[in-house]
T-cell receptor, first 112, second 113 residues
């Protein structure tokens, strides 16, 4: 069955380290999104992509970057992790026709 | 840019009663309004959505209403059951572009037996 996966599911890192969170989908969806979820803020968009080689900033993109080299993957990189980036990160994808976004299981990141 | 406000932040109802969650949006160009349900420790999942050419949509015990003039939309859950306990998020987006969603802050719904 087609699915969307994230790895790792849990990560503890130190301030200043570079961290990459993986997102992989097998639906062949063109659109992919990264959100962070914090209590009281709902889901906030970090970056998104229309397709291969396309990336766009969301509302909370500072300190994050993404790259889209193929349809299936959109890795999220924290260039220099900060304590303020402790959060739960969700990846999502959509086909652009039905509008529904399918979410991955999430990655809980703790920056100490 | 778009801003979505959601109320209330927490809601507690007796099993069998109805629950209503309300959202307002700022961008009149928004025309797609989905609702996502997130159970504890799980991922958000779409439960119902509505497009701007429709005023109301129902799916069994859940319904969504949209008032484009007032720029607000609501989720209605009737005959609530314990499995309805979750966090619910509303969102808004436009047709153009990558269809990025702007989410409300979420409502924690608790169904009391």
């Amino acid at each position: 069955d087609a699915e969307i996966t994230q790895s790792p599911r849990h990560k503890i890192t130190e301030t200043g380290r570079q961290v990459t969170l993986a997102c992989h989908q097998t639906w062949n969806h063109n659109n992919m999104f990264w959100y962070r979820q914090d209590l009281g803020h709902g889901l906030r968009l970090i970056h998104y992509s229309y397709g291969v080689q396309d990336t766009n900033k969301g509302e909370v993109s500072d300190g994050y970057s993404v790259s889209r080299s193929n349809t299936e993957d959109l890795p999220l990189t924290l260039e220099s992790a900060a304590s303020s980036q402790t959060s739960v990160y969700f990846c999502a994808s959509s086909d652009g026709t039905s509008r529904e976004q399918y979410f991955g299981p999430g990655t809980r990141l703790t920056v100490t | 840019g778009e801003n979505v406000e959601q109320h209330p932040s927490t809601l507690s109802v007796q099993e069998g009663d109805s629950a209503v969650i309300k959202c307002t949006y700022s961008d009149s160009a928004s025309n797609y309004f989905p609702w996502y349900k997130q159970e504890l420790g799980k991922r958000p999942q779409l439960i119902i959505d509505i497009r701007s050419n429709v005023g109301e949509k129902k799916d069994q015990r859940i319904a969504v209403t949209l008032n484009k003039t007032a720029k607000h939309f609501s989720l209605h859950i009737t005959e609530t059951q314990p499995e309805d306990s979750a966090v619910y998020f509303c969102a808004a987006s436009k047709v153009q572009g990558a269809q990025k969603l702007v989410f409300g802050q979420g409502t924690r719904l608790t169904i009391n037996p």
